[in-house]
T-cell receptor, first 111, second 115 residues
Framework: LAKTTQPISMDSYEGQEVNITCSHN???????ITWYQQFPSQGPRFIIQ???TKVTNEVASLFIPADRKSSTLSLPRVSLSDTAVYYC????????????FGSGTRLLVRP | KAGVTQTPRYLIKTRGQQVTLSCSPI?????VSWYQQTPGQGLQFLFE???????NKGNFPGRFSGRQFSNSRSEMNVSTLELGDSALYLC??????????????FGSGTRLTVV
């Protein structure tokens, strides 16, 4: 299973764009990249998923370079409510795969 | 549509007792996974059920067990509770197949305190 590495924490200010990078050097050909967000005392929430290039939805963008050894979650114009832990997960669309969460990145958005 | 419902929200039990937690997935979702979250260990995978069969299992002792019913509702049971079992237990549901395999919807969890 591909192991992921993310920064432990990041600080930002309201209105700024935040980019969280996840390294997954051993990503396999059939692995997808998925990001979740978690607020305190709540379950994680699915944000975005991609395989290659760029994916965008109403919440975030996901940039994946050609070699797929890393990915960047981009949050445009963050607000205080974006303060949360963000998890990067990598794995195949295989029913035998167990969704494994790492330590995540704790994002703090300041006023 | 209704989200993932976990009951109860809070629970206090004594060491040695057993506990059963319940999870009702989103309608139409056939996969239910359970996770334990603690400050020290983070989110740890317990097991996953799909169409009433355990499909995946994490590295937890046999005291932790689960099951899934024909309506996809799931329960997990912890027997002979230990202080270290105090945690937030999260249930997540998904369609369980295809391109949405990793798109889980989590419940708000059951906060279990063992005293």
């Amino acid at each position: 299973l591909a192991k992921t590495t993310q920064p432990i924490s990041m600080d930002s200010y309201e209105g700024q764009e935040v980019n969280i990078t996840c390294s997954h050097n051993n990503i396999a050909t059939n692995d997808y990249i998925t990001w979740y967000q978690q607020f305190p005392s709540q379950g994680p929430r699915f944000i975005i998923q991609g395989y290659k290039t760029k994916v965008t939805n109403e919440v975030a963008s996901l940039f994946i370079p050609a070699d797929r050894k890393s990915s960047t979650l981009s949050l445009p114009r963050v607000s205080l409510s974006d303060t949360a832990v963000y998890y990067c997960l990598v794995g195949p669309m295989d029913s035998s795969y167990k969704l494994i969460f790492g330590s995540g990145t704790r994002l703090l958005v300041r006023p | 549509k209704a989200g993932v419902t976990q009951t109860p929200r809070y629970l206090i039990k004594t060491r040695g007792q057993q506990v059963t937690l319940s999870c009702s997935p989103i309608s139409g979702h056939r996969s239910v996974s359970w996770y334990q979250q603690t400050p020290g260990q983070g989110l740890q995978f317990l097991f996953e059920y799909f169409s009433e069969t355990q499909r995946n299992k994490g590295n937890f002792p046999g005291r932790f067990s689960g099951r899934q019913f024909s309506n996809s509702r799931s329960e997990m049971n912890v027997s002979t509770l230990e202080l270290g079992d105090s945690a937030l237990y999260l249930c997540a549901s998904s369609l369980g197949q295809g391109s949405t395999l990793h798109r889980y919807t989590f419940g708000s969890g059951t906060r279990l305190t063992v005293v």
